[in-house]
Structures are given as structure tokens and as C-alpha cells.
């Protein structure tokens, strides 16, 4: 509880920065059709899951081609109030599922 005596003057010198989120790595600002590698297929797919199923139904990612997913995604993503880098993700996520 209450303690008395030497408090040591802790000089709060460190500055209280927070990071204002920085993008982490740069997001080339079209959707990529190189399905190389998927690194980040797990937030693509929680974003789909999230952001994809408000006005309807959760879209098979099977039920379209990669290329076919591309001017839906792009589409969608704004519907889905989603940045361009999350487009990209959730596009990663239905390509790596897509019919071929
Ligand atoms: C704000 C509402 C809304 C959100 C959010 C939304 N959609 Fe849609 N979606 C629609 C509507 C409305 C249609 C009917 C087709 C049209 O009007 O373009 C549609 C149609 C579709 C179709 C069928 C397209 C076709 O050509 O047959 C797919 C696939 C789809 N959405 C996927 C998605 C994906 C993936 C997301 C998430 C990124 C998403 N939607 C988020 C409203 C939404």
C-alpha cells in the first residue's frame, strides 16, 4: 500500500513515442496474380471470414478462378472498407483455394 520514504527519481527521459503503425513492408498497390508465396494467408483469411460475409453469404473461394477473383476482390474490397494491402491478403486467401 502506501509507502513512504526513498522513492528513486525515476526521470522519465524515455520519450512516450508511439509508433504511428507504420506499413510494415511495402504492398505493391495492385492486386499480384503470382500466387508465389503466401505469407500471410492466415489475415486473409480471418479478414475474409470477416469482412465477406456482412451482405452475403461467405463466397466459396473454390467457386472462382484466381483470375476470376481479381476484379471481385478488387471490387469488394472497397464494399468491404478494406485497404488496398488487405485486399491483397484476402485476395492470397481465396487465390491459394481457387478453383484452377
Ligand atoms: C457492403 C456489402 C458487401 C460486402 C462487405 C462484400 N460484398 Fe460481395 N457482394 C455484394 C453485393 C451487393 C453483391 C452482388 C453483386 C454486385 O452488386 O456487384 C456481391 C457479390 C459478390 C460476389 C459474386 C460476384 C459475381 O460476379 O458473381 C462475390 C464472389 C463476392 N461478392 C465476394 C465478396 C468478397 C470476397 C468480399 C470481401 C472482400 C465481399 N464480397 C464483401 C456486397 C458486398
Redesign the pocket.
Known amino acids: 500500500m502506501a509507502s513512504s520514504g526513498t522513492s528513486t527519481p525515476k526521470t522519465p527521459e524515455t520519450p512516450v513515442v508511439t509508433q504511428a503503425a507504420p506499413s510494415p513492408e511495402p504492398v505493391p498497390d495492385e492486386l499480384a496474380i503470382s500466387g508465389a508465396v503466401i505469407t500471410t494467408e492466415n489475415k486473409g483469411q480471418s479478414?475474409?471470414e470477416q469482412?465477406?460475409?456482412?451482405?452475403?453469404k461467405l463466397?466459396d473461394p473454390a467457386?472462382?478462378t484466381k483470375e476470376?477473383?481479381v476484379p471481385?476482390?478488387q471490387?469488394?474490397?472497397f464494399?468491404?472498407?478494406?485497404t488496398v494491402d488487405e485486399?491483397n491478403q484476402?485476395y492470397d486467401y481465396?487465390a491459394s483455394l481457387a478453383k484452377s
Open positions: 479478414l475474409f469482412s465477406c460475409g456482412r451482405c452475403h463466397p467457386a472462382y476470376e477473383w471481385i476482390v471490387n469488394m474490397r464494399r468491404a472498407r478494406l485486399g484476402v481465396v
